[in-house]
C-alpha cells in the first residue's frame, strides 16, 4: 500500500485551480443570513413570469409533457424563434439548422466558445463585463484579452482599442451590448466598424444580445444583420431578462450551420436538451408575450431615471445607461474602494450592490446597482446610500 503521506497528485485542474471565484457571488455570500437587505445587486426582474407563460409551462406539465426534445429543441420554438429574431433584428436564420436552444445564455456562451476555440487561441471582450465571460474563455483553454472600457466613452467599445489587441491568434470577439454591468450600447458606426475589422482580421464575432429588448434609446439591428456577418456571427438570446424568466433557464443561439452544429455536439452530451416545459413557456413568450414584455421595460425605463438622478443628487456620478437594468455609479469621491465601499453600505445601511471590480480590473471605482426593484425599494436605498455618503464626507 503506498504510503498515505507520500505526495499526491494534484486533485483538481491547474487550471481551475487558478481561477477566481465569481466576485458576484463571493459578495452575496456575505449577503446571505442579513435581515432586513434592500437588494441592488442580484440582475434579476422582480416581475413575476407573466401569467399567459406559466400558464402554458403548467399546461403542458398536466398535458403530460415530460419527455426529451430534440436536441437542438423543439421545432415549433426554433421556427418561431427563426421569425422572432427576423422580424427584430434583420437577420433570418434557418431552423432545421441554424437555431439551437439551450438551459439559458450561460450554456450557449460557453459551448459557443468551446466550439470555436483552440489550446492557445486569444478572444477578445470588453471589460467592465458580466464576471463569466473571462472564466469561460480560460475553461476552454483559450486566452482571454481585454479591452478596458472607460467612463470617458460612456463605456462602449473604443474601436482603436479593439484594434490594438488584434493578433494572429485573435480567434473571436465577444460583445455584449447592452452591457451588464454598465448598460452601454453600440451605434451603428460603430458596428459598422467591428464588422469592417472582423472580416479583415477573419474574426468570429460571438454577440450576447439578452439585454437587447431592454433598450431605451434608438434600438439598432444585430451586428450579425450586416453585409459579411451573418456567416460569422454567434448570435446570443434568450428570455430570462425581457419576459422575467430567470428561472426557466431557456436560451437560444443562432449562426452559421457549421459553428451550431459544433455547439450542438457539445450540448448533445453535457445537457441533451433543455426542459420541453421551459422550451413551451418561451414558445408563448415570443408568441403573445410583447405586451407584457414593453410594460415591464416602460416600468425600467422609469426606474432607471429615478436611480440615475438619485445617484446623482448624493454626490456620486452615475451616467445614464441606453439598455439593460443596472447603473454603475462612480464612488471614487468616498475615498472607499468598491469592496469597501459595498460591504460598509451592506453592513451600516443594509442596501446591497455589488463592488465594480468584481466585473473586472477596470470596474475598480465603481459599484453596480440593479433597479430591476420596485420604486419603493430604489427610493428607500438611495435615501440610505445618501446618508452613508454623507457620513463619510464628515
Same mark, same amino acid.
Given at each position: 500500500? /503506498?504510503?498515505?503521506?507520500?505526495?499526491?497528485?494534484?486533485?483538481?485542474?491547474?487550471?481551475?485551480?487558478?481561477?477566481?471565484?465569481?466576485?458576484?457571488?463571493?459578495?452575496?455570500?456575505? $449577503?446571505?443570513?442579513?435581515?432586513?437587505?434592500?437588494?441592488?445587486?442580484?440582475? *434579476?426582474?422582480?416581475?413575476?413570469?407573466?401569467?399567459?407563460? !406559466? *400558464?402554458?409551462?403548467?399546461?403542458?406539465?398536466?398535458?403530460?409533457?415530460?419527455?426529451?426534445?430534440?436536441?437542438?429543441?423543439?421545432?415549433?420554438?426554433?421556427?418561431?424563434?427563426?421569425?422572432?429574431?427576423?422580424?427584430?433584428?434583420?437577420?433570418?436564420?434557418?431552423?432545421?439548422?441554424?437555431?439551437?436552444?439551450?438551459?439559458?445564455?450561460?450554456?450557449?456562451?460557453?459551448?459557443?466558445?468551446?466550439?470555436?476555440?483552440?489550446?492557445?487561441?486569444?478572444?477578445?471582450?470588453?471589460?467592465?463585463? #458580466? $464576471?463569466?465571460?473571462?472564466?469561460?474563455?480560460?475553461?476552454?483553454?483559450?486566452?482571454? $484579452?481585454?479591452?478596458?472600457?472607460?467612463?470617458?466613452?460612456?463605456?462602449?467599445?473604443?474601436?482603436?482599442?479593439?484594434?490594438?489587441?488584434?493578433?494572429?491568434?485573435?480567434?473571436?470577439?465577444?460583445?455584449? #451590448?447592452?452591457?451588464?454591468?454598465?448598460?452601454?450600447?453600440?451605434?451603428?458606426?460603430?458596428?459598422?466598424?467591428?464588422?469592417?475589422?472582423?472580416?479583415?482580421?477573419?474574426?468570429?464575432?460571438?454577440?450576447?444580445?439578452?439585454?437587447?429588448?431592454?433598450?431605451?434609446?434608438? !434600438?439598432?439591428?444585430?451586428?450579425?444583420?450586416?453585409?459579411?456577418? /451573418?456567416?460569422?456571427?454567434?448570435?446570443?438570446?434568450?428570455?430570462?431578462?425581457?419576459?422575467?424568466?430567470?428561472?426557466? !433557464?431557456?436560451?437560444?443561439?443562432?449562426?452559421?450551420?457549421?459553428?451550431?452544429?459544433?455547439?450542438?455536439?457539445?450540448?448533445?452530451?453535457?445537457?441533451?436538451?433543455?426542459?420541453?416545459?421551459?422550451?413551451?413557456?418561451?414558445?408563448?413568450?415570443?408568441?403573445?408575450?410583447?405586451?407584457?414584455?414593453?410594460?415591464?421595460?416602460?416600468?425600467?425605463?422609469?426606474?432607471?431615471?429615478?436611480?440615475?438622478?438619485? #445617484?446623482?443628487?448624493?454626490?456620486?456620478?452615475?451616467?445614464?445607461?441606453?439598455?439593460?437594468?443596472?447603473? #454603475?455609479?462612480?464612488?471614487?469621491?468616498?475615498?472607499?474602494?468598491?469592496?469597501?465601499?459595498?460591504? !460598509?453600505?451592506?453592513?451600516?445601511?443594509? $442596501?446591497?450592490?455589488?463592488?465594480?471590480?468584481?466585473?473586472?480590473?477596470?470596474?475598480?471605482?465603481?459599484?453596480?446597482?440593479?433597479?430591476?426593484?420596485?420604486?419603493?425599494?430604489?427610493?428607500?436605498?438611495?435615501?440610505?446610500?445618501?446618508?452613508?455618503?454623507?457620513?463619510?464626507?464628515?
Amino acid at each position: 500500500m /503506498k504510503d498515505s503521506k507520500s505526495p499526491r497528485k494534484p486533485r483538481t485542474a491547474d487550471h481551475i485551480n487558478n481561477m477566481p471565484k465569481s466576485g458576484i457571488r463571493d459578495f452575496f455570500e456575505l $449577503v446571505i443570513g442579513c435581515d432586513d437587505v434592500i437588494s441592488l445587486g442580484v440582475g *434579476e426582474p422582480d416581475f413575476v413570469t407573466p401569467w399567459t407563460i !406559466r *400558464e402554458s409551462a403548467i399546461y403542458s406539465l398536466e398535458r403530460g409533457h415530460t419527455s426529451y426534445t430534440s436536441n437542438k429543441g423543439l421545432f415549433s420554438l426554433r421556427k418561431e424563434i427563426s421569425k422572432y429574431v427576423s422580424e427584430n433584428y434583420g437577420v433570418q436564420y434557418d431552423p432545421d439548422n441554424e437555431c439551437l436552444v439551450t438551459v439559458g445564455v450561460s450554456e450557449a456562451l460557453d459551448i459557443a466558445i468551446r466550439a470555436i476555440v483552440n489550446p492557445g487561441d486569444e478572444v477578445i471582450y470588453c471589460e467592465p463585463c #458580466f $464576471v463569466s465571460y473571462a472564466a469561460e474563455i480560460a475553461m476552454a483553454h483559450g486566452v482571454p $484579452v481585454a479591452i478596458e472600457n472607460s467612463e470617458d466613452n460612456e463605456f462602449s467599445l473604443d474601436i482603436g482599442k479593439l484594434k490594438s489587441k488584434i493578433t494572429p491568434k485573435t480567434k473571436a470577439l465577444l460583445l455584449n #451590448f447592452p452591457c451588464n454591468p454598465t448598460g452601454a450600447t453600440l451605434n451603428m458606426q460603430q458596428m459598422e466598424e467591428i464588422a469592417e475589422i472582423a472580416i479583415e482580421n477573419d474574426i468570429i464575432v460571438i454577440t450576447d444580445e439578452i439585454y437587447t429588448e431592454l433598450t431605451y434609446e434608438e !434600438r439598432l439591428p444585430s451586428i450579425a444583420s450586416l453585409p459579411g456577418m /451573418k456567416e460569422r456571427t454567434i448570435f446570443l438570446h434568450g428570455f430570462s431578462k425581457a419576459y422575467a424568466m430567470t428561472g426557466f !433557464r431557456v436560451g437560444y443561439a443562432c449562426g452559421p450551420e457549421d459553428l451550431i452544429d459544433a455547439m450542438n455536439k457539445i450540448h448533445q452530451y453535457i445537457i441533451m436538451c433543455a426542459s420541453i416545459n421551459a422550451q413551451e413557456a418561451a414558445l408563448e413568450a415570443l408568441k403573445n408575450g410583447r405586451q407584457a414584455m414593453i410594460k415591464m421595460r416602460d416600468e425600467y425605463r422609469e426606474r432607471r431615471n429615478l436611480i440615475v438622478k438619485g #445617484f446623482n443628487d448624493v454626490g456620486l456620478k452615475c451616467l445614464k445607461p441606453k439598455g439593460s437594468f443596472y447603473v #454603475f455609479p462612480n464612488i471614487t469621491s468616498t475615498g472607499l474602494s468598491s469592496t469597501e465601499f459595498a460591504k !460598509r453600505l451592506l453592513e451600516e445601511e443594509k $442596501v446591497a450592490v455589488v463592488p465594480g471590480n468584481a466585473f473586472g480590473e477596470c470596474g475598480e471605482g465603481y459599484v453596480r446597482a440593479c433597479y430591476a426593484a420596485s420604486t419603493s425599494q430604489i427610493m428607500e436605498a438611495l435615501d440610505k446610500i445618501g446618508e452613508f455618503v454623507k457620513r463619510l464626507s464628515k
